[in-house]
Structure formats: C-alpha cells, structure tokens
C-alpha cells in the first residue's frame, strides 16, 4: 500500500538529479595509463583472441521509459541490440512499484521470456529518499518496507539480483538529508540488512551492496568486505559499480579482493576531463578514460561470468535507439566478441 508522504517526497526532488547524484555517486579518477596505452593493450588482446565470457545487460535508465517506450519496447530494443539481459527499475510509480503485483511481475517474466531477454536485476533509486540509515525513523521505516518489496518483486521476476544500498553517511544531494554519525549509519545497516536476510534466503535473492562514494559509507575494499563478511550468508554479496569508486580510485584494485563476493556488475564508463563531479562525468563506453583491459581481465582473474550492465542517465533525446546500439557495440568490442 502506498505511502501518502511518498509523493510529495519524491516530488520534492527531481528524479533524474537524484539519480545524478544519489545512485551511484560522482565518480571517477582516470587511470594512469594513456589513451594510446590502452588502446595497444586493446588491440593486442584482439590479436591474441582475447575474449571475455561475461553477459551483455543494459538499465533501464538508458532508454528514454516511460516517457517515451514502454517497458515491452524497452525490452525488445535492447534484444534486438544484441543484450542478454536488461536490468530493471523499481519506483514508486512504474511496472515495478509498490502497486505491482505477483500477478504483474509474473506477466512482466513472462514478456521478457517471450522476447527472448533476461532480467539481470532489480535496482532502484528509492534507497536515497528512504535511506534504511536515515535520522528519521519514518524514513527508515518506508525505506525497509520498500526493500522487502523489491526483494518479492526480484523473485516474482525471476531475477536472484537485487541491488541494495544499505546506507549513507552523508547525500549532499539531499538538503533536508541530516547526516547519520558513521557507527551509527554501521550499526542501522548491519541491522537493516539483518532483518532482510531471513525474507531473501527464503525467496532466493541476493542482496547485492552496492560501493558508492558520495554517501560516505564503505568507502574502501576492506570496508565492504568486513560489512558483507559479517552476515556469513550467501544471498549477501556484492553489486560491484566500477565508476562509483573512480574519482580516488580504481576498480582494478577493488575487484581481486573483493573475489567471489561480487555477484552483480554495474559497467559505467567515466571522464574526469572538465569533471563537474557529477553524473555529466559518466560517458558512454568508451568515451571516458577507464582501463577497460585492467578491469575486464581482473573480472577475468577471480571467475566472473556473469552480467556486465552498462547504467546510463541521459536518454538520448534524439534517435535514442542510438545509444543502446552503441553500448552493444562497445561492449562487443570490449569483450572480444568483435
């Protein structure tokens, strides 16, 4: 059942600024490595025939929803570019929503298996508007009944992903947002994802924490390790973002300590050329300056087979078939498949 505060909440901020800064933090530092550096490393490995066993998988963010496609049109655009997968959005009004139910999920399966697609994941930005660590308990509260709907959705779906951001320090997106003192944001999300866990064991989701930055909470790979270790389950892993982290450092160092904790990839390109420090600093594949060879062959290095999933925030205005079309391109390219 609806909140009746959610949408004066959610209208209080644009969504696509949250999206810009919450989800998923300013990011980026680039690598040292030159631009021709990494395209030589690029063109050996295609010498080598190098290629990479990762899935191709896509947010729905990239595409111009609901204003313009549908979730079906958004699903067959992405097939028809060559995804495995495409990685869907719960809101507060949206296929996926507090109003959905089992019956709607399972339709929403069902056209995905009809179009030949899978659902790689759920995510959403509503973690930001009801942090499960927030000063104020209403917040916490809406916030964990939030997550346990998502966590029913992702089963419905058929998806074992779900994408979870356990807390924040701090969102200086957020004016109205009074920052939560770090043991304490620590202590609410060990208990928040505590209280989580028995529902998703259950229904067989993982709970995927994601890295961010800007929330100021699990800022490093011994962070993140220690806070999902401490649940000794595995249905708690890690939701990886390799731009999150980019601005102070690099997810090449990240991934092989994290391991086979991560379960689930968010694959976003980033610049810090004229960085602004927000999500105008994320680019389209390619366009940006991260050591893609690092990255995939560290993914490469600790098994990771599954899901890469480029998360964009700026539908092309025009043509935006273009952008998806793009970003299979590139990541064709990326994993040797051209």
């Known amino acids: 059942m609806k ?26 530092v680039a690598s040292s490595i030159s631009p021709s550096v990494v395209s030589a490393a690029a063109d050996d490995s295609k010498k080598r025939g190098k290629r990479y066993e990762m899935k191709k998988s896509i947010n729905q963010w990239a595409f111009p929803y609901p204003e313009k496609m549908s979730l079906r049109e958004c699903m067959q655009l992405a097939k ?10 719960y809101d507060l009004e949206n296929d996926l929503s507090p109003n959905s139910s089992t019956k709607d999920y399972h ?6 298996e009809e179009i030949g697609i899978a659902i790689s994941g759920v995510c959403s930005f509503l973690f930001w508007p009801y942090p499960l660590t927030s000063n104020d308990a209403k917040e916490r509260a809406r916030g964990m009944e939030l997550a346990s709907m998502m966590t029913k959705a992702a089963h419905d779906l058929g998806t074992e992903n779900l994408l979870v951001v356990p807390g924040a320090v701090h969102m200086p997106w957020r004016a109205d947002h009074d920052p939560t003192p770090n043991d304490v944001c620590d ?10 866990l028995p529902e ?3 229904l067989k989701v993982h709970l995927n924490i994601e890295n961010i930055f800007f929330n100021g909470f699990l800022m490093s790979p011994g962070e993140m390790i220690d806070f999902v270790d401490s649940f000794s389950s595995d249905y708690v892993k890690v939701h990886f973002d390799t731009g999150n982290i980019m601005e102070y450092q690099f997810p090449e160092h990240w991934i092989p300590m994290l391991g086979k904790r991560i379960k689930n990839v968010h694959l976003k390109e980033y610049t810090k050329k004229g960085s602004d ?4 600093s994320f680019r389209p594949l390619l366009d940006g300056t991260t050591n893609w060879p690092a ?13 890469l999933t480029f998360e964009y925030f700026h539908p092309y205005q025009h043509h935006p078939e273009a952008l998806i079309y793009q970003t299979a391109d590139s990541l064709d390219r990326m994993l040797g498949i051209k």
Do not use: C, P, W
């Open 107 to 112: 339709a929403i399966r069902r056209m995905a």
């Open 80 to 89: 028809a570019a060559g995804f495995d997968g495409i990685e869907l959005n």
């Open 3 to 28: 909140n009746s505060n959610d949408k004066s909440k959610s209208n209080s901020m644009d969504r696509r600024q949250m999206i810009t800064y919450a989800a998923f933090g300013s990011a980026a």
């Open 187 to 196: 202590r609410r999300a060990r208990a928040a994802i505590g209280r989580l």
């Open 295 to 307: 990255v995939l062959n560290a993914f490469e290095d600790i098994g990771y087979d599954q899901y």
């Open 200 to 202: 998703a064991e259950k």
């Open 277 to 280: 420090h927000s999500l105008e």
